[in-house]
């Protein structure tokens, strides 16, 4: 997986170019400001930054990670919030963190990489880093048919996988889940209240609050 955006980080935004999906992907831009508005966020997996430039806008400071410096390489070159700092960190394990903690975080097409499996830890570890009351907003693909590619396999797990092609004609395999609105609330776990989902074609985003 991460090898795979270290590749692909080139490349990356041509998924934000899709026509069909422009007028969602406006939306989503819009409202997401609101959600972190004088809060000092962590970013998980922030890739090209794309959502970085939108939900830091009003945020009192805005710590976008991601593991790979190919990806955020592409970020810090944009011009970001003045909020936003970049940092290389393991989503898995949050280490290099130190004491830093947060009132929000904000995931965009991770969870969908996240192998089932470990799901609830990954909840636990981010969990651990947030205040309590803190505001956490996921987004991620649902799966069109015509536009998402396809499934090609499924695991014992519950995991689904897609065959991807770089422009260099290399072929990747790729953990993708779609989750559908009760699984991904009940994966949230003890500490999640009042979660908001809301889906659309291509997308869904679940907000909650940590107790
Ligand atoms: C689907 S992209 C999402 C990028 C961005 N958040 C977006 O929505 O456009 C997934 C990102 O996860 C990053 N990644 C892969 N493994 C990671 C890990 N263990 N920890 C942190 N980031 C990782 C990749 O470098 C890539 O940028």
Redesign the pocket.
């Known amino acids: 997986?991460?090898v795979y955006?270290?590749r692909r980080a080139a490349e990356y935004e041509r998924i934000y170019h899709k026509p069909e999906r422009q007028a969602e992907l406006r939306a989503l831009e819009t409202t997401l400001p609101a959600f972190f508005s004088g809060r000092r966020v962590l970013e998980?997996?922030?890739?090209?930054g794309?959502?970085t430039v939108h939900g830091a806008r009003d945020a009192a400071h805005w710590l976008a990670?991601?593991?790979?410096p190919e990806?955020m390489a592409i970020a810090r070159a944009k011009p970001l919030p003045a909020s936003v700092e970049l940092r290389s960190?393991?989503?898995?394990t949050l280490a290099g963190l130190d004491g830093e903690r947060f009132d929000a975080a904000f995931a965009?097409?991770?969870w969908s990489?996240v192998p089932r499996a470990r799901l609830p830890a990954w909840l636990d570890t981010l969990h651990a880093r947030l205040e309590p009351g803190a505001r956490i907003v996921m987004l991620d693909n649902a799966y069109a048919e015509g536009s998402s590619t396809p499934i090609t396999r499924r695991d014992a797990e519950g995991n689904s996988y897609q065959q991807r092609t770089l422009s260099d004609g290399s072929i990747h395999e790729v953990l993708k889940n779609f989750p559908e609105r009760d699984e991904a609330i009940a994966q949230l776990g003890a500490r999640a209240r009042d979660p908001q989902w809301s889906a659309t074609r291509h997308y869904w985003r679940l907000a909650y609050t940590l107790a």
């Open positions: 997986m991460a955006y270290a998980i997996a922030c890739g090209t794309w959502w990670t991601d593991l790979n990806t960190l393991d989503a898995y965009g097409h991770w990489h």
